[in-house]
């Protein structure tokens, strides 16, 4: 199923004058408050996510898995899909691979299936926390930080092939996460462990293109439950340094302990220069994958605040921005318009903060005005400045209705079957 443009504009038609009065008004309020609203239209359409392929099927849980129907059975299948949503909201540009769940066959048509629907390849994921059939090694105690060369050895191996992947198709950086760690104390030296990893970390970079990056992801547990070797933010910017320039930190929302302050990791790295990119999600008590914004909003719009000031205010380089997430009860798709609208939405409140007033009032230390500042912002409704965004790019002025109305899911049970699954996590 492909989604023409035609689909779109009819599906636009209904919604149109509604979303004309709300955005001449809301356009009004910002152009008095001084702020050039073609400008932030201008931004809001440059800020494209990348889809997880692995995102594109219902996850599951430890304790089940309800597939839901038409699933993309197929690296063609989730292109595709990535490419329905793209039309949608004009916002995904890309979709980043997890290697071997998406190891093409051929590349050439997956190469030209991705062109036709506008989609690249953002950051490939290798995978070294499970056994694949045949598999000569365990992984079972570690990959990059196991004690035994061999294994270690298996692990530098496959992530050298995942960057060949990438290079046939065009990705520009390797995404690393690790289960490697601990469910017991005593079970292995800690120290040796990250040593290990460090060493392993240092062959793969050998062989990273001059114009990629190594995006090295933190998670505090889970797998295991004692310890992980590269558990925090620290621990992933001191990898990233000694490996050298093209190594960086990557922040999954959800891989912090309850209420640590991600923004404040955020504006350190950027202070450092080695913030790599994100895998938007949101969590209440873990690495929940859950729906971007649908819990703490508030902390997704001070975290785009400082990524605003630290694009203004630091030499970090450009981002690669990402989504990971799980979906047990949504349709996925669904799933991913909201994450992405929430993504876009705490983006454009934060280019509506007045930072020359902030700055003002953190110098005088007037903590109210400053507090107020950002409020101001946050609460500010900016659905219809996405919208006209959006609509301006050529897609839907909602994309959870267009999605709806032309019947997206339906079509693509009729083609691909109702019992077809996803393949992945
Ligand atoms: C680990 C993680 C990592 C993996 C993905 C499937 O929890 O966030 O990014 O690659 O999930
Ligand atoms: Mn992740
Ligand atoms: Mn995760």
Known sequence: MKLTTDHIQQSNTKLKKEHQRKFDFLAESLDQRGLDVSELIQKIKDLQIAIPSWALGAGGTRFGRFSGAGEPATLIHKIQDVGILHALNKSNNAVSLHIPWDTPQDYEAIKQIADEVQIGFDAVNSNTFQDQAG??????YGSLANSEQAVRDLAVQHNKEVIEIGKKLGSKALTVWLADGASFPGQHSLRKALQNTYSSLQEIYKDLPEDWKMLVEYKPYEPNFYSTVIQDWGTSFLLANKL????????????HLP?????????????????????????KYGDDDLTVGSIKPYQLFLIFHELIRGFDETENPPLSWMIDASHNLKDPLEDLLQSVEAIKISYAQALLVDQKALESAQESHDVTAAQDILQDAYRTDVRPLLAEAIRQSGGAISAIDAYRNLNVREQLIKERGKSSKASGL
């Open 259 to 283: 209420n640590t302050n991600i923004e404040q990791i955020v504006a350190t790295l950027m202070t450092e220069k080695k913030l790599g990119g994100f895998h938007f999600n949101d969590s």
């Open 135 to 140: 598999q000569l090694q365990s992984y079972k």
């Open 244 to 255: 050298g320039p093209k190594a960086f930190t990557l922040v999954d929302l959800g891989h």
